[in-house]
């Protein structure tokens, strides 16, 4: 097994498993409010408790600590219809509802703000947006809908556009050979191909994540490289419609290394068309993607 593939695998395990590296437990320090200071929490109809108390948790929770933590619980909380469309956020409520300071409530309203899940306008106050102005293409969005009541629609939504745009990205990317992404691209087949032969789901997945987006990158197409974040995200979420990625197997790791070899020809065709057939949604998932026809 290569260097590259062992620090890989190692690094996949110890994130797993909750381990944190030296320094990183006070990446994200903050102070805990005095108790003095706590104020009764408000009762939020339609809101589970357990999204409340962001202050008790770990700080660090996927790396962005409390701000994070806060802007992950009320994005899942609008995405999922707790806070419906229309519905005022009062600051000051959900300050003593989370127990965070005010800073670090307008700081994340700001960024749901960013994302289009809530407006803030003079005299009106901070309102949760309706659907259709959601930036859908966010990638904590997609997240927050692929584990909420929207489930299927997201992922198979995310699967048709992976299928339109990744065959193309593929094609485009085979005009753009280099060296060094030949070889990453061949080194993230290699863990793929390792990491399914310990059983080790999570280094696959992550391989893959990387080859996929790096592919993206590769195009030469600067919209394309804007998507790829989409891709990166589709990729993290699971269940929903099967395509070959979300399988290792055998015949996943055939199609990947087709790919690679296509580029490394300069075949664009190739490419796209081993794309395709490792994007193909299995015959007994309901709703398929069409397997591509052979020229």
């Not at 805990?32 to 339609?46: L, M, N, Y």
């Not at 408790?49 to 994005?75: F, I, K, W, Y």
């Not at 590769?218 to 790829?228: F, K, Q, T």
Request: glycine residues 10%.
């Amino acid at each position: 097994m290569s260097t590259l593939a062992h620090t890989m695998m190692t690094a996949a395990r110890a994130t797993d498993s909750g381990l944190v590296g030296p320094g990183e437990l006070d990446r994200y320090p903050y102070a805990e409010a005095p108790v003095a200071d706590r104020v009764g929490a408000t009762a939020w109809d339609g809101a589970d408790p357990e999204l409340g108390r962001v202050g008790r948790r770990a700080a660090g929770s996927r790396g962005r600590g409390l701000h994070g933590q806060l802007v992950q619980q009320l994005g899942q909380m609008i995405v999922s219809g707790d806070l419906g469309a229309d519905r005022p956020l009062v600051p000051e409520e959900i300050g003593q509802r989370f127990e965070v300071s005010r800073t670090v409530v307008r700081e994340s309203l700001r960024v749901l703000e960013a994302k289009g899940l809530v407006s803030a306008r003079p005299n009106v106050g901070t309102r949760v947006r309706p659907v259709s102005d959601w930036n859908l293409l966010d990638p904590d969005i997609i997240e927050w809908r692929a584990f909420g009541p929207q489930r299927d629609d997201q992922r198979r939504e995310l699967s048709e556009l992976r299928w339109t745009i990744e065959p193309l990205a593929a094609r485009l990317a085979a005009g753009h050979g280099r060296d060094d992404v030949q070889q990453r691209l061949a080194d993230m087949v290699e863990i793929m191909s390792h990491a399914m032969g310990q059983g080790d789901v999570l280094t696959f997945s992550r391989a893959d994540t990387e080859f996929h987006t790096l592919l993206i990158q590769v195009a030469g197409n600067r919209m394309l490289e804007h998507l790829s974040g989409i891709v990166s995200a589709a990729l993290q979420v699971s269940g929903g419609p099967v395509t070959g990625c979300d399988r290792p197997n055998e015949t996943s790791l055939a199609q990947h290394s087709r790919i690679v070899d296509a580029l490394a020809a300069g075949d664009g065709a190739a490419a796209e068309t081993a794309m395709r057939h490792l994007l193909t949604v299995h015959p007994e998932v309901e709703r398929v993607v069409p397997a591509p026809r052979e020229h």
